[in-house]
């Protein structure tokens, strides 16, 4: 038991991160604006966390993150049509290819700052899952539901690599999102259907 509370009080900030974004995750499924300041706190957690880390571009998108927040906070409840909040649309294929062109190109910038100018030990995996996050987190405040779709891989490659650094509050965490974004996806796509939404460009 001792060893336990050592443990917790070594790595309590890890621990409030894991479960503060647990928390943002649910009130996310289900579309509540709660999930924006959690995020936010989430965030200042984990900008902490990753430089002790040495992850430097998930650091940086924390830092985007907590933009965001920001931003999503307030699309979520004045974003859509008329000044009312978003609802839930698909990603029109127009989108999808400025996305991805956003991503390599992004992924292609991270990739060198961070072999140029730090010690990252896995700048391409890092690079890699910051620049689908950051796709990820804009079409998440656009309430866009494939972003579900781009979190499932973004979680599952982040879940290997901080197991593989050491960082198991986070990679529990991690686990815990690739199963939710699952359930997050089917959550979404039943609103869809059941109320018949048409696509929109929001």
Request: charged letters at 10%; glycine letters at 6%.
């Amino acid at each position: 038991m001792g060893a336990i509370i050592n443990w917790l009080s070594d790595n309590w900030i890890e621990v409030c991160g894991a479960a503060t974004g647990l928390v943002y995750l649910w009130f996310s499924i289900k579309q509540h604006f709660l999930t924006w300041p959690l995020g936010l706190a989430t965030s200042l957690f984990y900008i902490y966390i990753f430089f002790v880390s040495k992850f430097y571009a998930d650091m940086a998108l924390q830092v985007y993150y907590v933009v965001i927040s920001i931003y999503g906070w307030w699309a979520w409840l004045h974003g859509g049509q008329s000044g009312g909040g978003l609802t839930v649309s698909t990603t029109h294929r127009s989108l999808w290819l400025m996305s991805m062109l956003a991503f390599g190109v992004t992924f292609v910038v991270i990739s060198w700052i961070l072999i140029r100018f730090t010690d990252s030990v896995i700048p391409y995996w890092d690079a890699f899952t910051t620049a689908l996050s950051i796709i990820a987190t804009w079409m998440l405040a656009r309430k866009k539901i494939e972003h579900w779709i781009l979190w499932i891989i973004v979680d599952f490659v982040s879940l290997i690599l901080y197991l593989w650094k050491g960082l198991y509050p986070t990679s529990l965490l991690f686990m815990v999102y690739t199963v939710m974004a699952f359930v997050g996806y089917f959550s979404w796509k039943n609103e869809l259907n059941d109320k018949k939404w048409i696509p929109a460009v929001n």
